[in-house]
């Protein structure tokens, strides 16, 4: 079976997420305090979803957190706007509240059985991804590759310790500009179930750039997506 977890334009929509059972009930799930000191958009912007199956018996979310930097400086990557002295004064403080904000709306999104498998885009690095996999406990695993995104940001899978990871592997996106775009990322999970389960995460290009040349790129990523699909299928 495929799962394909991809971000392209923002949801307006309040910030709540939805999960959906096999009675077709729909359930609404507060995601975080919104006076909390730190506030920031990706519950408001970001495409949030949920699903839950009676029969399969496993849960996935997708969710553009925007921006989720380490306060120190990539050498890779600079990102001094996300820094202390930066013009976001991005502090561990709030880098740490919102790590933590992250990972309640996690927690309040899987209930009481939690969520399965998390799909992440805007995540700077691995230090991000651990940091998020220790405060959501419940042994949370993370698969996670540095993509050739100018400003350093990536996707990331995380999955509780019920699924085994068999493989994954980045697969590059290059366009026809010569340019290479973010890398998609392709994981194979059993689930709890016992099913296996290939997972693309995919966070196409952004609209940066004029729609025309934007559009373009997103064509281009969405076959390679095509292409790999196939392949799997």
């Known amino acids: 079976s495929l799962c394909c977890l991809s971000s392209a334009v923002p949801s307006p929509q309040a910030p709540s997420v939805r999960s959906t059972r096999a009675d077709s009930s729909l359930v609404d799930v507060p995601l975080f305090d919104q006076e909390k000191e730190i506030t920031y958009s990706s519950a408001e912007r970001g495409l949030d979803i949920t699903e839950r199956s009676e029969q399969d018996g496993w849960q996935a979310m ?125 994981a194979r999970l059993v689930m709890p179930s016992h099913d296996t389960i290939d997972f693309l995460l995919c966070h196409l290009p952004s609209m940066r750039g004029g729609y025309g040349a934007a559009a373009r790129h997103r064509e281009e990523a969405q076959a390679t997506i095509q292409h790999t699909i196939d392949t799997l299928l």
């Open 62 to 186: 997708w969710w553009n957190v925007e921006n989720l930097f380490h306060p120190a400086v990539d050498s890779l990557h600079p990102d001094f706007e996300f820094t202390p002295d930066g013009m976001r004064r991005w502090t561990y403080r709030r880098y740490r509240t919102k790590v933590a904000q992250i990972a309640q709306v996690v927690a309040n999104a899987g209930g009481w059985q939690g969520v399965d498998v998390v799909g992440l885009c805007e995540v700077e690095d691995s230090v991000c991804v651990a940091d998020l996999c220790r405060a959501l406990g419940n042994g949370y695993r993370a698969v996670h590759y540095d993509s050739p995104d100018p400003r350093g940001i990536d996707v990331a899978l995380l999955y509780r310790s019920t699924c085994t990871l068999l493989c994954s592997h980045p697969i590059p996106i290059r366009l026809s500009d010569g340019k290479m775009a973010r890398d998609l990322l392709h």
